[in-house]
């Protein structure tokens, strides 16, 4: 059976962004750090902690490209959401795991062979306890295969703003979004048969994305359901078939 595989963000995502943006920036006040350091053009891939429902569309508002992220298959759940969040730049992920979770790394990886942005959440889910913790390894795989940059990206504020199980954000607050310097696979060319290549990889986001937020680490998977209930550090092989969730 053949894989769905998802366009990503379409002129929808632009065209939202500019009626979007002036209003959240109205709503909210934004402090956008290292946001110079993006190309403006070919593929990237933002990698970002995970505190808010919130972190996703706040990218996709104040980056000025278009931007597509994974989002659990969950909110598909009406005819509605199944055609405008694909259109915004959704890809679906299966959390059941094996060959559905990996149709949205296909997805990704077709988005950024078009040369175009793509955002994860290494984590895999969002963090209630609002601690960070220990990144899976899909965006490695992704950046090691199309051969682009991973740019660390670390969000606080949104927890605030929105926490986990808020159905509505709150009107004012600060958010500040920081963006460090990319995090270049030819580092590793020589090593690509290396599996522990790619835990190398997102071990050094997840120490660029504790350097931004603050937030105190944890050395283990985040649990679906809540972080507070971390499950042990998986195999390496594992890792290495992991893609993350909002």
Not at 45 to 55: E, G, P, Q
Not at 96 to 118: D, I, P, T, Y
Request: aromatic share 8%; net charge positive; hydrophobic share 40%.
């Amino acid at each position: 059976m053949n894989a769905t595989v998802y366009e990503g963000a379409t002129k929808l995502q632009a065209r939202a962004r500019r009626v979007v943006r002036p209003i959240a920036n109205a709503l909210w006040k934004f402090e956008l750090v290292g946001f110079d350091r993006l190309p403006t053009s070919g593929p990237a891939i933002l990698c970002a902690n995970h505190i808010s429902f919130l972190d996703s569309a706040f990218l996709m508002i104040q980056v000025p490209r278009n931007i597509s992220f994974v989002g659990k298959s969950e909110y598909m759940d009406s005819w509605k959401t199944r055609y405008l969040f694909p259109a915004l730049g959704m890809i679906p992920i299966d959390r059941s795991g094996g060959e559905k979770s990996q149709e949205a790394l296909q997805s990704a990886e077709s988005v950024l062979r078009r040369g175009e942005l793509f955002g994860i959440f290494p984590e895999g889910t969002r963090s209630r306890d609002g601690m960070l913790y220990r990144g899976k390894t899909g965006a490695a795989r992704l950046a090691m295969k199309v051969n682009c940059p991973i740019y660390p990206v670390g969000i606080t504020g949104t927890a605030e703003i929105q926490p986990p199980d808020a159905a509505l954000p709150k009107v004012g607050g600060r958010v500040r979004i920081e963006i460090a310097r990319p995090i270049m696979p030819e580092r590793y060319a020589s090593r690509h048969d290396d599996h522990l290549v790619l835990r190398e990889m997102i071990d050094e986001v997840m120490f660029e994305i504790r350097s931004m937020t603050g937030q105190e680490y944890r050395n283990v998977y985040a649990s679906k359901g809540s972080s507070a209930q971390a499950r042990p550090m998986e195999s390496a092989n594992q890792g290495n078939s992991e893609s993350s969730q909002t």
